[in-house]
């Protein structure tokens, strides 16, 4: 028998967050496309957002793969393959424990940037703080259910509870009780990821949907030049006169 609480954390709230975070980000980008930006700082300070910008996007996609294949991707079908429940395990405490621990170094590394600079700190909104303490943790509880639950306590085979209750939210067909069941730092880490995705509407978050992905698909652009033109060479235009 599942709690009333258990049943409103896990059956009611994903729903919930998921109607704020579709409506949040339609309404968003209707009545404030002027916003939908990252606000770039780069002008302000930029040898620590070299380091920590690509070791926090790399990591963090890195990580968001790692989820979609443990959450998406059901046992039986890893298994059709030939991939070992040990093998599966094996790759995913390395990957995991190497992504997050590249993301969180290069969050920590962004977050340091923007308080030791006074421009870059004046320039960071409430909703800005709220996300960086968020992020901050979700990916400690995340690295500690990888390293901790699946390393040092052993595996905990969480394709079997969390997974299939990811994907029966999709399916309307909720089952709170695989989640209820979970370990503590696991539902934590479900709760503070709830969190952010209730948030990503009104923050800067929502810049991801604006990565210009595009760019890895279009055309090479060749540019040629005429032989025996030179820089500074040219003939001006008829009627154009050099200042």
Excluded at 17 to 45: C, M, N, P
Excluded at 186 to 207: D, Q, T
Aim: glycine letters at 8%.
């Amino acid at each position: 028998m599942i709690s009333p609480i258990d049943a409103m954390l896990w059956g009611v709230l994903p729903y919930v967050v998921l109607a704020v975070f579709i409506g949040g980000t339609i309404w968003r980008y209707r009545y404030d496309k002027f916003g939908w930006t990252s606000r770039s700082s780069q002008l302000h300070e930029s040898r620590l957002l070299r380091v920590g910008s690509p070791l926090f996007h790399y990591g963090l996609l890195l990580v968001v793969g790692g989820h979609v294949l443990g959450l998406l991707v059901p046992k039986a079908l890893t298994e059709f393959f030939g991939v070992t429940e040990q093998n599966y395990h094996v790759v995913s405490l390395l990957m995991g424990t190497i992504a997050g621990c590249a993301a969180l170094a290069g969050l920590v590394v962004l977050l340091w940037r923007r308080l030791r600079t006074e421009a870059v700190r004046r320039s960071s909104s409430r909703s800005d703080q709220l996300t960086y303490v968020l992020l901050i943790a979700v990916m400690s509880v995340g690295l500690w259910t990888t390293v901790v639950d699946n390393g040092v306590r052993g595996p905990y085979d969480y394709r079997e509870s969390i997974g299939p209750w990811f994907r029966d939210i999709f399916l309307l067909q909720p089952h709170p009780e695989l989640m209820a069941s979970a370990p503590l730092d696991y539902r934590l880490h479900a709760l503070l990821a709830l969190g952010l995705f209730a948030l990503w509407p009104f923050s800067r978050l929502v810049h991801a949907f604006s990565a210009p992905v595009h760019y890895l698909f279009r055309p090479y652009i060749v540019y040629r030049s005429r032989s025996g033109d030179r820089v500074g060479t040219r003939q001006a235009p008829r009627g154009w006169r050099r200042p």
